[in-house]
């Protein structure tokens, strides 16, 4: 049950952040129009750049060696050499941050803008490394407060900044950098409560160990992270602010319907590492269930994503954004794809095989950036959409075959094919509730009520009482 706890209250927590993000959002859009917010996307995008090359893949790599540890004196070594690799990397990230900043230009986003929420996102991203002690040890719970406490009084500084008229967008996040520091220091005490000891006495060997096996996750949460956003960078440079704007509001809203997944994955990881580390015996009934609600999960978020989150948007933000409604149901496709995706990068790296995921990630990053130039100008926002849609299929295609040891193909493809059925049932059901006379809310909710029933009758939502991996 530990898991089921931890991926609740990271859900819980996370979910109500990022809707105070979404609510800070809409209220940029619609006080800034799509102009502001595609500065606001813009710089957003840049700042989680310079965050990740900074702090990313310490995390990853320390939760998956502490969860495996036993030893008192093996994980305090191992704890000493992560530390002195997080502080090479931050220093490094810091030195990105200068450069960014000085280079940033006026044209898209104020380098202001850019400094704010990169320091923000950064500090973020520390407190990550200093949670490691907590999540291997899978106490997720207080630092997931911890976070919900500390952006929640970004935002609502930001969102109390906005009530002041004709004020610059550089005042209204000025509070997020204060939070982000406010999130290191207690992420340090929460450390120091774990029994983390705070030094540098760390072998050299062991360091230069650690920046190897660190250095996979973090290329590929910076690949990753250029691999997300490539597309709205490019939208705009080659289409506007305003283009980029639409575009960035549907990605905001296929990233928070995707969140509970991924932290799902996060509770998940130490478990799966763990059994993972004695054979695969133990892992495949974990690893089984682990993508069956992953699946079920992402196929009710597409169902959610076609049927309402169009008429909420419009209603939400104002007919000015239509454009991005009309994406709504294109990006419901790409919803799955990132989903299966979740599953398969966090069962690649709890076995062992980050680089495999890296190699897939950089063969979709250089197709990603090729289909957007050849795409976005002969099809506008619509061609970014199908570029993520080949590159993402490309990606998990890669990770599948690699995990054919770990997960039979039969298991893979039975389940998919689970997906499928569920979900062409659904679009059956709204096309012909649709030709009756209903109106599109109630054909919208009668979708996503259908589908979950739909998967609880094929077989795809598993039982967490009788799952190894919930139980």
Not at 25 to 37: D, L
Not at 190 to 215: I, M, P, S
Not at 338 to 346: A, F, H, I, M, S
Request: glycine content about 10%.
């Amino acid at each position: 049950m530990v898991v089921i706890k931890n991926t609740v209250w990271l859900s819980v927590c996370r979910t109500a952040a990022d809707l105070s993000g979404l609510v800070l959002f809409t209220v940029i859009s619609r006080r800034y129009g799509p102009m502001g917010t595609g500065e606001y996307s813009y710089a957003f995008a840049l700042g989680a750049f310079v965050a990740i090359l900074a702090t990313s893949g310490i995390e990853q790599y320390g939760v998956r060696q502490l969860a495996c540890l036993k030893n008192p004196r093996e994980k305090s070594d191992c704890w000493q050499s992560l530390l002195v690799t997080q502080t090479i990397q931050l220093s490094l990230g810091l030195l990105i941050l200068g450069v960014v900043t000085l280079t940033g230009g006026q044209s898209r986003a104020s380098p202001i803008v850019i400094l704010e929420l990169t320091i923000f996102l950064v500090c973020w991203g520390l407190s990550r490394t200093l949670y490691v002690p907590a999540f291997a040890a899978q106490a997720m719970v207080a630092p997931a407060f911890t976070e919900l406490g500390c952006r929640l009084a970004g935002t609502s500084f930001a969102l109390a900044m906005c009530l002041y008229k004709s004020i610059p967008l550089v005042f209204v996040l000025a509070g997020f950098p204060l939070a982000g520091l406010v999130l290191v220091v207690l992420a340090f005490r929460n450390a120091k409560l774990h029994g983390a000891a705070f030094g540098l006495r760390a072998r050299w060997q062991e360091v230069v160990d650690t920046v190897r096996g660190a250095a996979p996750f973090t290329v590929c949460e910076a690949l990753g992270q250029f691999y997300m956003r490539v597309d709205l960078l490019l939208i705009v440079f080659l289409l506007g602010k305003a283009s980029g704007g639409w575009y960035a509001t549907d990605i905001k809203i296929v990233e928070v319907g995707l969140m509970p997944l991924v932290l799902l994955g996060t509770a998940a990881y130490p478990v799966l590492s763990r059994s993972a580390a004695h054979g695969v015996a133990q892992l495949a009934p974990l690893s089984r269930d682990f993508f069956r609600s992953v699946l079920f999960a992402s196929g009710w978020l597409a169902v959610g994503l076609y049927c309402l989150a169009p008429l909420v948007l419009t209603r939400l933000l104002g007919n000015s954004f239509q454009p991005a409604g009309n994406l709504l149901p294109l990006f419901a496709i790409v919803a799955v794809f990132k989903g299966v995706e979740v599953v398969l990068y966090r069962l690649l790296y709890a076995v062992r095989k980050q680089n495999t995921y890296l190699g897939a990630l950089a063969g979709g990053t250089a197709l990603i950036v090729l289909l957007n130039y050849a795409l976005i100008p002969q099809f506008g926002a619509t061609g970014a959409v199908f570029a993520v849609l080949l590159s993402s299929a490309v990606v998990n295609l890669a990770c599948a075959f690699a995990l054919r040891h770990e997960i039979s193909r039969s298991l893979f493809g039975k389940n998919v094919v689970r997906l499928a059925f569920v979900m062409g049932l659904t679009a059956l059901a709204v096309v012909g509730l649709r030709t009756l006379e209903l109106g599109a809310w109630q054909v919208g909710i009668a979708g996503c009520l259908l589908f979950p029933l739909a998967a609880l009758l094929s077989g795809l939502l598993p039982n967490p009482r009788k799952s190894p991996l919930f139980a």
